[in-house]
Every structure is written in C-alpha cells, then in structure tokens.
C-alpha cells in the first residue's frame, strides 16, 4: 500500500513540511503517527483535537512504565520475569468546540477548507479547518503546538477561533487518562504491537484544579514510577471559565462567550509534565514539580524553533533527487531529532515517543542504527545514550550470571534493566546485543577522542562484553572457537550454531577490548581474548564460494517464494518452526555484518554474499532496506541501491509495512541516514582515517551534509565526478577511494571516477526482494 506518494493532491510534495490539504476518514492513526511531536523525553501523537475524530491518541514520556509478572505457561529457569509497557501519560491534547450548540468534528460538521502541516524547520504543528457550520456561519479553527526543548517536559497548544458573523460559542479544554480508558488489545495477534493492561493503571495521588488550572498527578500501580501535570489557561478575551472540573480521568476547563466577525478568540494552553522514576523519589510531588515547569506557549514556541534552527544548520542532508524526496528526507531526520534530542541519560524507544509499539522498550536498534547518527550530529547525546547503558551493568552483570556466562549480558529488550522478552528465541538468544553496545562504544570513541569515557565508562562496557563472548563460546575438537546456541539478527533462522554476524561482531568486541590498556585486564585475559577472535569460526560454504548465515543455514529447504504477498509479513501466518526450517530471512545478516566490519571482507566476498542472500531476504523487518541499499550500492549495484533506499525512505510515509498507526520506526530512520552518509556517500569509520568510497546515482544531481568529527565538522559534498570535503578548523586526513587527502577550512576537491555495474556472480537476483516493490522513485 502507499499513503503520501500514492495521492500528492492530498499530500503536496514540500521540502520543508509534511502538508494534508483534504481530511479522509479511515487513517486517522497513521497520520497521528506521521505528525506527532517530541523531543526524546515527551512525544505528543498528531491527533486532532476533536475526540471523534482520533485513531489511536495518546501522548508518553520515555521511560515511564507499568510493570507485571510475566506468566509463562510452561515456565523455565531464566525466562524473563518481568514485562515492561510504556505508560499513555494524561493527555492534553483533547478540546471541544460547539458554534451555536453544534459541536464541530470532521466526521458530522460540513468542511470548506482544511489544512494541518509539522513544520520540519521549527518542529511546530498548525491545522486549520473552515467550517460551513448549520447556523450559516463560517468559522475557522486554527490549533498549534510544540514541545519544549530548554523545558523538555514543555507542551503549549493554542486554539484560535473565527467566525465571519456574530455566533455563540462553547470551548471546552481537557486533560484525558487515555492509559485507563477501554481500548481493543491488538498484541494477541500482532507482536509488534502494544498490550494493554487488564487492571487499573493510574492510581490518583493529586487532583487539584481551579480558575482553570490543574495540578494532578499520579502513580503506576506495580511500578510505583509518578507522573505529574500543571496546566494553565490563558484566553485572548479575558475570560473567567464557566467551570472547571476535576476528575481523575477526565479534567476540563470550559468557557462560555459571544464570537464576534473580526474578533478571534484565542485559548492557550500551557501545559508542564514531570516524573518521579524511581522509588526512593516517591516522596516527590510530581504536580509541584509540573507547576515549576510552565511556561507561556509563545516560549515553548520559541524553544521549538531555536532548537531546529540550530539543528538543521549542521544536521541537514540536502539530495539533489527527484520530487518528493527531499521532503522524505528531511521527515525522517526530523523525527530522528524528534526521538533523541532530549532524552538525555536514557534509551531510544523502537517508536521514539511517537507510539506505544514495541511496548516502549529499548532494542539493539539503538546502537547499530540510532547512535551513528547521533555520534556525527549529536556527541553529546550519544555519549548520553551509551551512560544509560552503563547504568544497567549491574542488572546485566545479574543476567550474566543467570544464564551462566561472566561479564554483563544486556536484556534483548527492556525500559528499566531487566528482559521483557518472554519468547527466547527471538530474544535473549540475541546475544549480539552485546556487541551492537560495543561497536557503538567504539564507534563514538574513534570519531569523538572522547578519552574521559574510554578510560571509564567506555572501557568497562568493552571488557564486560568481551568476558562475556569468551565464557559463551568455546575451543571445539576443530581448534576453533564456537559461539553455539544464538540468534542473530535475522529473527527467521532461531538458536543456531555459529550464526556468521554473531561471531562477527564478538570477534570485533573481543578485539577491541584486548587493544585496551587498563588496570583490570591481565595478560592471561587479553592472551584468551586475542586467540578467541583469531580462531572463531566463519561458516564458509566451499562449493557455492559464499559465507553462509550460520553452520546449518546451507543445509535448509528454500522457502516457496511462491507464497502470496499477503501472506507476508511471514511471521503473522507461519508457526515460527515452519519458517525456521527454511532459508528465508526476516532481515540483513550476514550483509550487515559485512557493512559493520567492512574491512573484514573482500570486495569479491561482499558481492557474492549479496547476490546470495538478498533474493531470500523478505524485507518483513524495516531494519533491513537500508542495509541492503548501503550495500548495493557498495557492491556497485546502483540501481537496487536506489530502489531499497526509496522503500526505506518511505517506510512511514507510505506505511508499507502496516503498524505505522503504532508509531515511528525510528531505527529505520537512522538507518535513512546511514543510506545516504554511509551508502551513497560511501563513508566507513573506525579505520585509521574516515573513508569514504561514494555512489551517487546517476538520477541524483547531488548529496551534501556534514558530519561532527574529533571536535570539529567536516562537510561534505557529493556530486557526479567529484567529492569535495571542507572542515571548520581542524585538520583532518581522509582517504578517498585510496588516496590519502588532508582536509582543512580551505576546502580540498577529489574527482571520481565512475564505478562499473558488476555482472551478478553465482547468485542471480532472479527472485525480487518482497521488500522493494511499493515505491516508485520518481514520486
């Protein structure tokens, strides 16, 4: 299916905004998904004001939780205990508007004009509807919003109100329990969605309000996490609201007045959240602490458009592709800004706080897919991000232990340090998670020189990694080391033996930590690290010259690529042992681990892998097209490097995969930005000097960004015969396709020979990839 580049009427291509110029009934909750609003700490979904006309509101806070015991119906020792969801925050969000006692909605009233944009260039929303209202007037409502920056748990809305006669009119401002309120659970037959719980959530600690103020709070039932609110009511009239009522699921302030032609009336709404995480801050009174945090809206404003005039200034990637690309683009990086730029000491939800899916948790994602970005726009906050994951040793160092290994092992998926994933397979066996937290401890080392966290916290997630691998694996009969028992990223091939990314990624890790000088590594432990990385096993297939998945993987019936493309995703209609028995792969594998170790491997090697498995790859994972694009596009396949980057690019904007509604796929979107940094551009770190070997496509008239490197930024600029490199001060050494170049503020020009379309090995793409076909990329 496709939504923005199917009807371009509807959703006109804007460089700079995502524009809906008609109102259609029936994806209402992806569009709520597609215009929300967040700042990494507070995410507000896009819905419309009215209550009959949402799909799926709600507003979160990252990190704050419900928890239950998780019951296995055959239990086991090890499996995880404790589920975690993120929590639907009260949400202020929520007004009604009656004009001479008709209440407006989009589904009843009579629309003459209708427009809603997110301004990617000052993060604020803006819809304005005009009605044909059955009293004969026409009335326009204008509602914007914004989150704080300076203020992370700012929000301010505003609502202005005309009409073009004299009417009367009735405005209602509410703050709603949505966690509380009675809603279908779509997680039985879905699991990438969220659950919901079966008890109340939300006990009420606060519930205070007057003169059209509040200052609520609440407290999780198990978790026993807080969440206050302050919210305030300003009016351009000067109105006394009529009432205010106070209600421990549904608060509202009302207001009562004559509308007059040329005299609007505008509602501002200032509202402030705070949280209490932990127990020993149960004494806090969240509403206070609300109340501390508000601001008038024009600040929250003000805050919003400072924070991405700064942003877009050094985090832009500016294509020179076809129409609607840019915007697609630029809606990615904004919701990357969205997910990350104030979520400070914490992880990034597989949704952002765009969405309940995934139940809020923090994957793997993070590290592979979310901290490159955030290591060359954002050091800081991806120095955040790597300390909260520090700050779950202790519990891993717990799970270590229970699943018999040394050192740290980090939960598959968690919000507070402990497994939520109750189906090991696809879980706790991914043990690559480990090296995921220390690739990106080491990619943010070598691009930052960050040496205050290389020496401490930096180091520490190395070595207990690595002590991790070292006791998993084993030295076999062969003289081998064996890492047995795991799942890789491809969630389709389950508990294998010697899975190829997996012992990829822990050779690089135990690597990484042998080269480390410091205090608690002794020489026996650094002499088993190096031996174990230099003899761990790579299944290699000698007649097909390819490496295979894991040490079976070869071995497995191929997949009826016959099966109807409605029966994709195949995890929602095969048993997982149907799919586990075949070569057919949920996502990249092998392919990412050559792109993430890409000095590892031949070009010769890279190719054939890719022509091995990317017909078998179904793409059912959004993780997967902008690996396959990056490397396509490094094996020189051009025009399938395109075509997996438009599927990635559009993910959201064309829903292609379905579950949008649940929110942002905020990994595939850091993976956007790898596609263009690290597939077109061609740029590899973690070498002696950045690399960069770059594949512009030849619709493309250019690609120019720029990247934060050893303290300085470095940019780029991309076009067809030549790469230009500029830094802002420092002096840097670059390799370009092999020719060592040192760049500084004066600018250095590198021309480029074209690369030649290589004749597909023993592979043929005959079989297209199910994860292609949606987008057309002249959209």
């Not at 509101?57 to 019951?71: A, Q, V, Y």
């Not at 809305?157 to 009735?170: K, M, N, P, T, Y």
């Not at 934060?708 to 015969?721: A, C, H, K, N, Y």
């Not at 379309?757 to 292609?772: H, N, Q, R, Y």
């Amino acid at each position: 299916m496709a939504l923005v580049t199917q009807d371009r009427t509807r959703f006109p291509d804007d460089p700079w905004k995502l524009v809906e110029t008609s109102h259609r009934p029936g994806d209402e909750g992806t569009l709520e998904t597609l215009f929300a609003l967040g700042n990494g700490h507070l995410g507000i979904r896009g819905a419309h004001w009215s209550a009959a006309d949402v799909g799926l509101p709600g507003s979160f806070i990252n990190g704050l939780h419900e928890i239950w015991d998780i019951r296995h119906a055959e239990n086991a020792f090890g499996f995880a205990r404790t589920g975690q969801r993120i929590l639907y925050i009260p949400d202020a969000n929520n007004f009604t508007v009656m004009i001479d006692g008709e209440t407006l909605t989009l589904a009843e009233s009579a629309v003459q004009d209708y427009r809603r944009t997110v301004d990617f260039a000052t993060g604020i929303y803006e819809c304005r509807i005009t009605w044909q209202t059955r009293s004969g007037a026409l009335v326009a409502t204008t509602e914007r919003r914004a989150v704080g920056y300076e203020t992370r748990g700012g929000l301010g809305i505003s609502l202005e109100i005309d009409a073009d006669r004299a009417v009367s009119a009735d405005v209602t401002s509410s703050v709603i329990n949505r966690q509380d309120q009675p809603v279908e659970d779509h997680s039985g037959h879905d699991p990438r969605r969220s659950g919901r719980h079966a008890g109340r959530v939300l006990l009420p600690v606060r519930t205070d309000g007057a003169d059209g103020s509040f200052r609520l709070s609440w407290e999780a039932a198990e978790s026993k996490q807080r969440v206050g609110i302050g919210v305030d009511h300003w009016n351009s009239a000067g109105l006394q609201p009529f009432e205010t009522l106070v209600d421990q699921d549904d608060s509202s302030v009302r207001y009562i007045l004559a509308l007059n032609p040329g005299d609007p009336f505008r509602l501002e709404k200032s509202v402030s959240y705070a949280v209490a995480h932990h127990t020993q801050e149960a004494a806090v009174d969240t509403a206070e602490v609300a109340e501390e945090g508000l601001k008038p809206v024009a600040e929250i404003f003000a805050e919003s458009m400072r924070h991405f005039e700064q942003y877009w200034a050094t985090a832009d990637i500016r294509v020179g592709g076809p129409n609607g690309l840019q915007q697609a683009v630029r809606w990615n990086l904004f919701q990357l800004a969205q997910a990350t730029a104030r979520a400070d000491v914490g992880g990034i939800p597989a949704k952002g706080v765009s969405g309940s899916g995934y139940e809020g948790h923090y994957f793997w994602d993070q590290e592979v897919y979310l901290l490159p970005y955030l290591t060359y726009t954002n050091p800081e906050g991806a120095r955040k991000v790597l300390e909260f994951r520090h700050s779950m040793l202790p519990e891993a160092r717990v799970r270590a232990k229970e699943l018999s290994v040394d050192g740290a092992l980090f939960p598959w998926r968690t919000i507070n340090g402990l497994e939520a994933s109750a189906y090991y397979a696809a879980g706790t066996a991914q043990f690559h998670i480990a090296a995921a937290i220390a690739f990106a401890t080491n990619r943010y080392l070598w691009a930052s020189g960050d040496a205050g966290f290389r020496e401490g916290m930096g180091a520490e997630l190395l070595i207990e990694t690595a002590r991790m691998w070292v006791s998993l694996g084993f030295f076999g009969k062969d003289g081998q080391f064996h890492i047995h028992g795991v799942t890789g990223p491809d969630e389709y091939t389950a508990v294998v033996n010697d899975n190829l990314y997996t012992n990829v990624m822990a050779r690089f890790n135990l690597r990484a930590a042998a080269a480390l000088d410091h205090p608690s590594i002794n020489d026996d432990e650094r002499q088993l690290w190096q031996a174990a990385a230099d003899l761990i096993q790579l299944p290699f297939d000698d007649r097909l010259q390819v490496y295979s998945q894991d040490a079976d993987f070869m071995t497995l019936e191929q997949w009826d690529w016959g099966t109807p493309r409605d029966k994709y995703p195949l995890l929602l209609h095969f048993h997982p042992l149907v799919i586990y028995r075949h070569q057919v792969l949920k996502q990249a594998d092998t392919v990412l681990a050559m792109f993430l170790q890409w000095q590892d491997f031949s070009a010769e090697q890279k190719q054939r892998a890719f022509d091995f498995y990317d017909p078998i790859t179904t793409g059912d994972s959004t993780l997967s097209a902008c690996v396959q694009g990056i490397m396509a596009a490094e094996v020189g396949y051009t025009r399938a490097a395109l075509d997996h980057f438009t599927n990635a690019v559009f993910i959201d904007l064309d829903d292609s995969h379905g579950n949008t509604i649940d929110g942002v796929h905020i990994a595939s979107a850091g993976g956007v930005w790898s596609s263009l940094v690290c597939g077109f551009a061609g740029l590899r770190d973690q070498g002696a000097v950045p690399f960069f070997d770059p594949r512009l496509p030849q619709e493309w008239s250019g690609l120019s960004f720029s990247v934060r490197l050893r303290g300085g930024l470095l940019s780029v600029d991309l076009t067809p015969g030549q790469l230009s490199l500029r830094t802002d001060g420092i002096a840097l050494d670059v390799d370009v396709r092999g020719k060592l170049v040192r760049v500084g503020p004066e600018g250095v020009s590198v021309p480029l020979e074209e690369v030649p379309v290589p004749e597909p090995t023993v592979f043929p793409s005959g079989l297209p990839t199910a994860s292609i076909p949606m987008v057309q990329t002249g959209v």
